[in-house]
């Protein structure tokens, strides 16, 4: 696996978590920077240094009541999204994306012929597993929850008659543009079936540091009764991050699921909007 500071940073941002919402919203930096065993001043150059900002305001983005402040002050309506631009080739941090898709009936003989590389990498979420064919990213796992057997089975089985090679430097330029460590354009090979693909090309027209609800992408698709097709859907994005499926809430600001776990969706969503506003 590609080792970069990201990796200790994730595992320390998680027990940083942790002990945020185990002493509540009065938890003073001293008390949490005891609790981390370090110096008030390293804890926050170390937290401020993933998070962007400060440990007291980052706890305000990871409050529970955050999705439906979201909602409230940054809810993107995807009609307008696509009006202004936002679909086909969508400005994602300071990358860009472009994506090709798999024919249907490509996608229906499960990959067969396909060659896949995979790799794991570092990222500001933990362990990733990268998966790519020769067009583009097809496959983004997130493992800090689930485990990295867990990952690798999980993608592997979404493609069952493809062909899987671990080729870590075949995808290194992806990666490290992808989460931010370099410059450049990030192609993405949608493999999926064609619902799927309508719902993961409507999740890109959602702003970083925006969200909307399941029922906005069912009438942007124009299947607005499709709610909870389009939920399983999001659900099986195979590409985390860069397909924001973690933009996606349920109406009432819930979180709803996460694929790759709720606590990493959660601080996904504290990560971005910690970035906007920095």
Same mark, same amino acid.
């Given at each position: 696996?590609?080792?970069?500071?990201?990796?200790?940073?994730?595992?320390?941002?998680?027990?940083?978590?942790?002990? #945020?919402?185990?002493?509540? @919203?009065?938890?003073?930096?001293?008390?949490?920077?005891?609790?981390?065993?370090?110096?008030?001043?390293?804890?926050?150059? #170390?937290?401020?240094?993933?998070?962007?900002?400060? @440990?007291?305001?980052?706890?305000?983005?990871?409050?529970?009541?955050?999705?439906? &402040?979201?909602?409230?002050?940054?809810?993107?309506?995807?009609?307008?999204?696509?009006?202004?631009?936002?679909?086909?080739?969508?400005?994602?941090?300071?990358?860009?994306?472009?994506?090709?898709?798999?024919?249907?009936?490509?996608?229906?003989?499960?990959?067969?012929?396909?060659?896949?590389?995979?790799?794991?990498?570092?990222? @500001?979420?933990?362990?990733?597993?990268?998966?790519?064919?020769?067009?583009?990213?097809?496959? =983004?796992?997130?493992?800090?929850?689930? *485990?990295?057997?867990?990952?690798?089975?999980?993608?592997?089985?979404?493609?069952?008659?493809?062909?899987? #090679?671990?080729?870590?430097?075949?995808?290194?330029?992806?990666?490290?543009?992808?989460?931010?460590? +370099?410059?450049?354009? !990030?192609?993405?090979?949608?493999?999926?079936?064609?619902?799927? =693909?309508? !719902?993961?090309?409507?999740?890109?027209? =959602?702003?970083? *540091?925006?969200? +909307?609800?399941?029922?906005? =992408?069912?009438?942007?698709?124009?299947?607005?009764?499709? #709610?909870?097709? !389009?939920?399983?859907?999001?659900?099986?994005?195979?590409?985390?991050?860069?397909? @924001?499926?973690?933009?996606?809430?349920?109406?009432?600001?819930?979180?709803?699921?996460?694929?790759?776990?709720?606590? !990493?969706?959660? &601080?996904?969503?504290?990560?971005?909007?910690?970035?906007?506003?920095a």
């Amino acid at each position: 696996m590609q080792q970069h500071a990201q990796g200790y940073h994730f595992d320390f941002m998680r027990r940083a978590i942790e002990e #945020v919402d185990a002493a509540g @919203p009065g938890v003073t930096l001293d008390e949490l920077s005891m609790r981390m065993n370090m110096s008030p001043a390293h804890f926050q150059r #170390v937290f401020s240094r993933w998070a962007g900002v400060s @440990p007291k305001r980052f706890q305000q983005y990871l409050a529970l009541g955050h999705a439906k &402040a979201l909602l409230d002050s940054r809810f993107t309506t995807l009609d307008t999204a696509y009006e202004t631009g936002l679909s086909g080739t969508g400005r994602l941090h300071d990358l860009f994306l472009r994506w090709d898709a798999m024919s249907p009936g490509d996608y229906a003989r499960g990959g067969a012929g396909l060659v896949i590389h995979w790799g794991w990498f570092d990222s @500001p979420f933990g362990p990733a597993l990268m998966m790519g064919t020769d067009k583009g990213l097809c496959g =983004i796992a997130f493992s800090a929850e689930s *485990g990295e057997v867990e990952a690798m089975r999980d993608l592997t089985a979404r493609w069952p008659g493809a062909t899987y #090679v671990e080729d870590p430097d075949a995808l290194a330029d992806w990666s490290a543009a992808a989460f931010g460590q +370099t410059g450049g354009t !990030v192609p993405l090979y949608l493999i999926g079936a064609p619902f799927q =693909i309508k !719902v993961w090309e409507a999740l890109m027209r =959602i702003p970083s *540091g925006h969200v +909307t609800t399941y029922s906005e =992408i069912a009438k942007a698709i124009g299947t607005p009764r499709a #709610v909870r097709a !389009v939920g399983t859907a999001v659900g099986r994005n195979p590409v985390s991050l860069l397909i @924001p499926c973690h933009r996606a809430l349920r109406k009432s600001g819930g979180l709803g699921g996460y694929h790759w776990g709720l606590p !990493v969706k959660r &601080a996904i969503l504290a990560w971005e909007s910690a970035r906007l506003e920095a």
